[in-house]
């Protein structure tokens, strides 16, 4: 180390690499900004062709019940009724179950059960939804089958699709409700014993209405993900739309439908490729507002307890 | 006021045991779910043949080497005894490929085809494999009596469909002949390609939002886009690859930009880069946890030695996340495996008998491959699609598996 | 506010803090600091929790510009530049003024890379020869020589508190700086460990201008030469109240707060 140490300039040096580095870095931000845009055009360029062909009119979208695209019949109803339908069969088994799972993880497993549970789990969520659609077809379809008979539970049924499409979001809102209910201090739970309540009773009357807003938002998570659910619908639930409500009725969803029209040799003129993205897009726009809604729940917890 | 409290009590344990069984469902469920799988990889069958191995070849066909198995070949054509194998048969196979450049399983193949001529009648299930002989035996009994005097009488064997010729076959008119090897292939390739493209821009886009970004409506807008497109279904992202890789840029994605002409934009070019948009938000927001969680200390050490922004993320920021970016990766990687909708949207093959080459090749993946198989009316497809699911899932687990350890070994 | 009468020679200003005010956003942290840092001398600021006195520091070197909306207002002079002028570069800056933190924290590498990897930042062609020898004399600088020759190859995390801060040290040093500044750097450490880092502060002000702010008001009375009260005004914002000689702000302050304060009757 020498006495005198040179003079050091504090002057700006021009740094080419660090300045390409962070224009790349922010390119890449921007990417995400580029696919909403790109799926936002998508679908509305698709969509307002769709509505631009000459025997299309577009009140009847939601004012018909009939969905045959080539035909000149696009009411929506049948692929959103049947999206709902599958939707609603999955939220019944997933909600009390999935709840039940987080209330038991979070309140009474002790660590080494919750060591072992949460990892099956984790597995469970990880498994293609593809796989599910096998399950599906080769195990719900003839269960249900076996238990009402095969003429009233058809070979394609909602019923099927929608219950394991419920075992599918199990995972995620348990895992979402879970994290709501351990953010609930623990002073409200020793409030709760306190007065002398069992733990079943701390457990659903106080925490789980503590913890409300954080276990509406994976509700609404989930429902968001059996609304967008493709794989098992294609597989199981039918090929054809059908405006029905029972539940053992083949019905086309809206993923489904897409998956099925787009999977044939498709002509890119045709009216067939362009009602795919009017349905794309109705989907879209269903997902992205649960989306927001779970954001605004989850925010509402964040702020009391965070 | 006692009784009160007993049956408070009774209820409170009631209600335990009724969460304890929800939870304990989610193991259920999955058990249920690989047994039924297995249950169908694994089984007999059974089936009618022209004639056996034994009656040309005294050594089990498969024990047999490559050249034996040419020099078997012609032996038979020679002697024109066989009527699914003559002479002229011969000539005109070995034209369209000499047998010298055929391999075994292709051979075996051609012996299969012509002289054994296979047919798995029916496939039973594991379960009835073990459980149910007389069920079995009443249905052969059933299907020889059905039968033509002379024509050959079907026989009860065991049989794995998941082996050795499963891996290395392509795709068949009929399931015994079917494999995975051009969908495993089509996987590795849209992976690789999906993963070279997400990585860096995930990672850099971590980067950006930690590092550099300011706050900023604009850097708000890009965080909140971030998670809102995490939340879009997956079909969404397979219309997005149709209009803008398949069609808006199919001179690029089917290589006619470079010269190649006899393809369309259904390349594996298309699902790599429709595939890395889907994966992205999940790299993303991996990352950004990573580096969030790297201590605020080592950046002022590094800074405060007088290191550039760049010199402290590359020197001390990314070493000491990578654990959780690598984990990130992993689960990323896992979802593209699996992901099976946008890939039939932008028109992955369901029927493609040749090995991907390159980014402007046609491809399957297994995933469609499970797909296409479940529908298929035929019994046996469902057997070979059950093994193909069980390969998916053994892949997928292991990669968990190490992502799982990776996590505990690097975190605290 | 200069400092009174001078009894030994004058000493040169190496830093100059000209009505500094430092901002987070719209919050005033420090008002208006006029202060001089004057050559090869230890200067302490002290003062309550919360006045001020870390941020004040970092302006010396920029270190507050990595904080999202802070910024400064006036002049922070060294040798006669201003290290906030439009055309000055941080990281040049900050390789002139080196900083050692509360909490030791070297980096996850090899006690040798972590001294030698400033080095290696300023000139990536340095020889081996050459670099080895800058780390042995910071290392040396740092009084850790000794105790680390045989492990320059072992992890800087596995040696101990002290240790780790005079690795911090010799990691400063190692890319010869004009000043050193030191916030509160014997907090985290034990009594032995501190004795060690304030002689060693005592051999380290032969070659550099060092700055530390402490809470400790023997280390601030044994250690420094000149002393630095600061006090939270009304508005929250940090002020000087007084500068002096250290002596004579431990004797005899001017301000009735100095005395309270050094006296340990609030703060």
């Known amino acids: 180390m020498t006495a005198s140490k040179p003079p050091r300039s504090l002057k700006k040096k021009t740094r080419l690499g660090e300045n390409v580095i962070q224009a790349f870095f922010f390119f890449c931000g921007f990417v995400s900004i580029f696919t909403t845009l790109g799926i936002v055009l998508a679908l509305g360029s698709q969509a307002l062709r769709f509505f631009g062909e000459p025997d299309i009119n577009p009140i009847e979208l939601i004012t018909s019940i009939k969905w045959s695209p080539n035909i000149g019949e696009i009411g929506i109803w049948p692929l959103v009724t049947s999206t709902l339908m599958t939707t609603l069969l999955a939220l019944l088994v997933a909600i009390p179950l999935g709840l039940a799972a987080a209330i038991y993880l979070s309140e009474y497993a002790t660590p080494k059960v919750r060591n072992t549970l949460k990892p099956i789990l984790e597995i469970l969520a990880g498994v293609p939804t593809v796989v599910y659609g096998y399950f599906a077809l080769t195990f719900m379809t003839p269960f249900l089958r076996s238990i009402f008979g095969t003429d009233i539970v058809k070979i394609y049924n909602m019923a099927s699709a929608g219950l394991v499409c419920g075992i599918m979001i199990i995972p995620l809102i348990c895992s979402m409700s879970e994290d709501a209910l351990r953010a609930v201090p623990r002073s409200l739970r020793e409030g709760s014993f306190g007065l002398g309540a069992t733990k079943l009773e701390t457990s659903l009357k106080v925490v789980l209405p503590a913890a409300l807003s954080g276990v509406i938002a994976a509700i609404v998570v989930g429902t968001s993900r059996a609304v967008g659910e493709t794989m098992i619908m294609a597989t199981a639930a039918g090929a054809g739309p059908n405006f029905t409500f029972n539940p053992f009725e083949s019905a086309e969803t809206m993923a489904g439908h897409i998956v099925r029209i787009s999977g044939g040799d498709i002509d890119y003129n045709s009216i067939d490729y362009t009602s795919i993205f009017i349905v794309g897009l109705t989907l879209f726009l269903m997902t992205l507002g649960l989306n927001f809604l779970s954001r605004y729940f989850v925010n509402k917890y964040r702020e009391v307890y965070e | ?212 970004a300011v706050k900023s409506r604009l850097n708000d807008l890009i965080q909140t886009n971030i998670t809102n497109l995490a939340g879009v279904p997956s079909i969404i992202y397979g219309m997005l690859g149709l209009f803008v890789f398949v069609r808006a840029l199919e001179s690029f994605t089917s290589g006619a930009m470079f010269g190649i002409t006899d393809s369309n934009g259904r390349t594996v070019l298309s699902a790599g880069l429709t595939m890395s948009l889907l994966v992205l938000p999940i790299i993303i927001i991996n990352a950004q946890e990573a580096i969030r969680a790297v201590p605020n200390s080592l950046r002022q050490a590094s800074y405060g030695i007088g290191a550039t922004k760049w010199e402290t993320i590359r020197d001390h920021i990314m070493p000491a996340a990578l654990p959780g970016i690598m984990t990130g990766t992993i689960l990323a990687m896992s979802r593209a495996m699996g992901e099976t909708a946008p890939m039939v949207v932008i028109g992955a093959s369901t029927f493609i008998v040749s090995d991907p080459t390159g980014p402007f090749s046609k491809f399957t993946t297994l995933p469609i491959q499970i797909y296409t198989w479940t529908a298929q009316p035929d019994e046996q497809f469902r057997n070979i699609a059950a093994a193909a699911i069980l390969v998916l899932l053994v892949t997928l687990l292991s990669l968990n598996m190490i992502a799982i350890l990776l996590r505990n070994r690097f975190s605290k | 506010m200069q400092p009174q009468k001078q009894n030994s020679k004058p000493k040169e200003q190496k830093m100059l803090a000209e009505k500094a005010s430092i901002f987070y956003g719209s919050f005033r942290a420090v008002a208006d600091v006029t202060l001089p840092v004057y050559e090869r001398q230890i200067t302490a600021i002290i003062g309550p929790s919360g006045c001020g006195k870390s941020t004040l520091l970092r302006a010396f070197n920029r270190m ?142 032969e070659r550099y201008t060092i700055m530390i702010v402490t809470h400790n008001m023997q280390q601030a009375s044994r250690a420094s030469d000149y002393t630095v009260m600061m006090m939270m005004r009304a508005d929250r914002a940090g002020e000087m109240i007084e500068f002096d000689e250290t002596k004579r702000i431990f004797t005899n302050p001017r301000d009735k707060r100095t005395e309270d304060y050094v006296s340990g009757r609030f703060g």
Do not use: H
Request: glycine share 8%; hydrophobic share 45%.
């Open chain 2, 1 to 212: 006021m006692k009784n009160n409290i007993a049956s408070r009590n009774r209820t409170a344990k009631i209600g335990q045991s009724v969460m304890f069984g929800s939870t304990l469902f989610a193991l259920v469920a999955l058990v249920a779910l690989l047994l039924n799988v297995v249950n169908r990889s694994f089984g007999n069958v059974i089936v009618r043949r022209e004639m056996e191995a034994s009656a040309f070849s005294p050594t089990p066909l498969d024990q047999l080497s490559r050249d034996d198995l040419a020099a078997l070949v012609k032996r038979i054509a020679d002697s024109d005894d066989y009527e699914g194998l003559t002479r002229g048969a011969y000539r005109r196979m070995d034209l369209e490929k000499p047998f010298a450049e055929r391999s075994k399983d292709d051979i075996i193949g051609i012996i299969n085809e012509r002289l054994i001529k296979e047919e798995v009648v029916t496939s039973f299930t594991m379960w009835q494999t073990v459980f149910d002989q007389a069920g079995m035996n009443a249905e052969l009994a059933k299907l020889n009596k059905s039968l033509k005097v002379g024509s050959p009488e079907g026989r009860i064997e065991f049989r794995s469909w998941i082996n050795s010729r499963f891996f290395t076959q392509t795709m068949g008119s009929v399931a015994e002949n079917s494999g995975i090897r051009v969908a495993i292939l089509g996987s590795l390739a849209v992976i690789a390609l999906t993963m070279l493209l997400a990585l860096p821009i995930g990672i850099g886009a971590a980067i950006y939002l930690e590092e550099y």
């Open chain 3, 64 to 205: 507050n510009d990595l904080v999202q909306g802070a910024r400064v207002d006036g002049k922070v002079l060294l040798d006669g530049e201003d290290i906030y002028g439009a055309e000055v570069d941080a990281v040049a800056v900050r390789r002139r003024v080196g900083m050692v933190f509360q909490r030791p924290n070297p980096f996850p590498k090899s006690i040798y890379d972590n001294v030698a990897y400033g080095v290696r930042l300023g000139n990536s062609r340095i020889s081996k020869p050459e670099l080895d020898s800058i780390v042995e004399q910071s290392l040396r600088g740092a009084a850790l020589w000794d105790e680390v020759k045989d492990k320059l190859k072992s992890s800087g995390t596995a040696l101990s508190g002290g240790q780790q801060q005079r690795l911090c040290i010799a990691r400063a040093i190692a890319v010869q700086p004009d000043v050193l500044l030191m916030d509160e750097p014997c907090s985290a450490l034990d009594p032995i460990a501190t004795i060690k880092i304030e002689e060693l502060m005592q051999t380290l002000k």
